[in-house]
C-alpha cells in the first residue's frame, strides 16, 4: 500500500511540473508529422514549432492549429484559432496567419499562473 501511495504522489508531482524542453514529434489528424516544444505547465501549455509558431491542439478536427488570444468570460486565452498548423515549403508566404508576441504570452500565463494557484 504505501508503495501504490509512493507511486501515487510522485505522479502528482510531475503533474505539477513545467513541459520538458526537448524536441518532440506531434501528428497531425492525416498522419503528417512536425517537430516542436511543449512548453508550459499545468496552468497553461502550448507547442512552439521550429519556426517559433505558437500552436494549440484543437480537440475537434484533431489538429495542432496556429494559436490566438481571445476574450473569454471577460478573460484573455490562449485558443486554437482553427488554421491548422502545416511547415511550408520555402519561399511560402504565411502573411494571414495569427502570430502571438512571445512577451504577451509570458503576461498571459503569468496572469493564469498567479490567479489559478490562489484559488
Same mark, same amino acid.
Given at each position: +500500500?504505501?508503495?501504490? @501511495?509512493? $507511486?501515487?504522489?510522485?505522479? +502528482?508531482? @510531475?503533474?505539477?511540473? =513545467?513541459?520538458? =524542453?526537448? %524536441? +518532440? %514529434?506531434? /501528428?497531425?489528424?492525416?498522419?503528417? &508529422?512536425?517537430?516542436?516544444?511543449? *512548453?508550459?505547465d499545468e496552468y497553461m501549455?502550448? !507547442?512552439? &514549432? #521550429?519556426?517559433?509558431?505558437?500552436?494549440?491542439?484543437?480537440?475537434?478536427?484533431?489538429?495542432?492549429?496556429?494559436?490566438? *488570444?481571445?476574450?473569454?468570460?471577460?478573460? %484573455? /486565452?490562449? !485558443?486554437? &484559432?482553427?488554421? #491548422?498548423?502545416?511547415?511550408?515549403?520555402?519561399?511560402?508566404?504565411?502573411?494571414? @496567419?495569427?502570430? $502571438? %508576441?512571445?512577451? !504577451?504570452?509570458?503576461?498571459?500565463? #503569468?496572469?493564469?499562473?498567479?490567479?489559478?494557484?490562489?484559488?
Open positions: +500500500m504505501k508503495l501504490i @501511495l509512493l $507511486i501515487a504522489s510522485l505522479g +502528482m508531482a @510531475l503533474w505539477a511540473a =513545467p513541459a520538458a =524542453p526537448m %524536441d +518532440m %514529434d506531434f /501528428e497531425q489528424a492525416d498522419g503528417s &508529422s512536425f517537430r516542436g516544444n511543449l *512548453i508550459g501549455h502550448w !507547442v512552439k &514549432s #521550429k519556426k517559433g509558431d505558437i500552436l494549440m491542439y484543437n480537440n475537434k478536427t484533431k489538429n495542432y492549429d496556429y494559436g490566438t *488570444i481571445k476574450k473569454i468570460n471577460n478573460a %484573455d /486565452e490562449l !485558443v486554437a &484559432s482553427g488554421i #491548422k498548423y502545416q511547415t511550408l515549403k520555402y519561399g511560402t508566404r504565411t502573411t494571414n @496567419l495569427p502570430k $502571438i %508576441d512571445n512577451k !504577451v504570452l509570458r503576461q498571459l500565463w #503569468k496572469k493564469k499562473r498567479e490567479t489559478l494557484s490562489n484559488h
